[in-house]
Each structure stands twice: as structure tokens, then as C-alpha cells.
């Protein structure tokens, strides 16, 4: 298999380094290991060792999930809706607190109920198990009715 161009696939996505979270380098590994290119072979690509291109690749993804954690902190500080939600709360109360105060701020969420629960519950992680919330979380809702939880 021959192994694509990373700069030409960079190029095309129209990644610029300056202002972003990622590195020249880190884009490179991560373009073409997410086409399933094998470290080896992006090693030899780029004249550098396997080990090199392991560690720009944890690195890159540490700076994606930090860059997520980034907006999400700034959606929730801009957020119009925000719901503190204490350990011991019953899954089964948060989406009427939810859309109560939605309906208080005029945000239309776009979620059922059930949804709703589904989604608390996915994004809080093991601060929610089964129906309880067992620590405290922070239940947000945008403008444009999208709903983020912070743990």
C-alpha cells in the first residue's frame, strides 16, 4: 500500500498550524493514522523513528481532548441555562429542571425527556449510575438549545 501524502492531505482538510492546538508534526501523524496508516509506515514517511511518531501521536490527542474541554468550558460559560445538579439528585428529575429553566430563558431543546436522561447520563460518565446522580454536575443549555454536561 503506498502511504498518502500528509502534507497534500493537510493541504486539502486546509489545516494552518499558526492559531491552532496542533503542531505541523502532530497534524501529520494524525492525518494519517486516522486514513489507517501504520506507524511504521509514517515513521519511514517522515524520517523519524516509530517512537517518535507514538509520542506526537499521544501528544496530538492530548491536545485535541484538551481543546474539546476548551469549548466546552466556553459554551457552558456563554450558556444561557445552567443547571447545578447535586449528588443524590434522581436521573428522573433533571430533564423538568431542565426544561423549566429553558422555558424561564426561552431556549427551545430540541431533547425529550428520555433523551435527555440518555444523554446526562453518556456525557456525565460515572458520576451518574443507573438513576442517580452521584456527583455533583452541571447540567448547560446554548441558545441554540444544545445540551452539555459537565462533571
Given at each position: 500500500?503506498?502511504?498518502?501524502?500528509?502534507?497534500?492531505?493537510?493541504?486539502?482538510l486546509g489545516?494552518?498550524?499558526?492559531?491552532?492546538?496542533?503542531?505541523?508534526?502532530?497534524?501529520?501523524?494524525?492525518?494519517?493514522?486516522?486514513?489507517?496508516?501504520?506507524q511504521?509506515?509514517?515513521?519511514d514517511?517522515?524520517?523519524?523513528?516509530?517512537?517518535?511518531?507514538?509520542?506526537?501521536?499521544?501528544s496530538?490527542?492530548?491536545n485535541?481532548?484538551?481543546?474539546y474541554e476548551?469549548?466546552?468550558?466556553a459554551?457552558?460559560?456563554?450558556?444561557?441555562?445552567?443547571?447545578?445538579?447535586?449528588?443524590?439528585?434522581?436521573?428522573?428529575?433533571?430533564p423538568?429542571?431542565?426544561f423549566?429553566?429553558?422555558?424561564?430563558?426561552?431556549?427551545?431543546?430540541?431533547r425529550?425527556?428520555?433523551?435527555?436522561?440518555?444523554?446526562?447520563?453518556?456525557?456525565?460518565g460515572?458520576?451518574?449510575v443507573?438513576?442517580?446522580?452521584?456527583?455533583?454536575?452541571?447540567?448547560?443549555v446554548?441558545?441554540?438549545?444544545?445540551?452539555?454536561?459537565?462533571?
Open positions: 500500500m503506498s502511504v498518502p501524502d500528509a502534507d497534500a492531505l493537510l493541504a486539502e489545516f494552518e498550524a499558526d492559531g491552532g492546538v496542533l503542531t505541523h508534526r502532530q497534524a501529520q501523524v494524525l492525518v494519517l493514522r486516522e486514513r489507517g496508516v501504520s511504521r509506515e509514517i515513521a514517511q517522515l524520517g523519524t523513528s516509530r517512537a517518535n511518531v507514538s509520542s506526537v501521536e499521544s496530538a490527542r492530548e485535541i481532548e484538551k481543546a476548551t469549548v466546552a468550558f459554551e457552558a460559560l456563554r450558556a444561557p441555562v445552567r443547571i447545578a445538579v447535586q449528588g443524590g439528585t434522581d436521573l428522573y428529575d433533571v423538568s429542571r431542565v423549566s429553566a429553558c422555558d424561564e430563558a426561552g431556549v427551545k431543546v430540541t425529550t425527556a428520555p433523551e435527555l436522561m440518555k444523554l446526562v447520563s453518556d456525557e456525565a460515572d458520576a451518574v443507573g438513576r442517580e446522580v452521584k456527583h455533583d454536575i452541571v447540567v448547560s446554548t441558545s441554540e438549545g444544545q445540551v452539555r454536561v459537565r462533571t
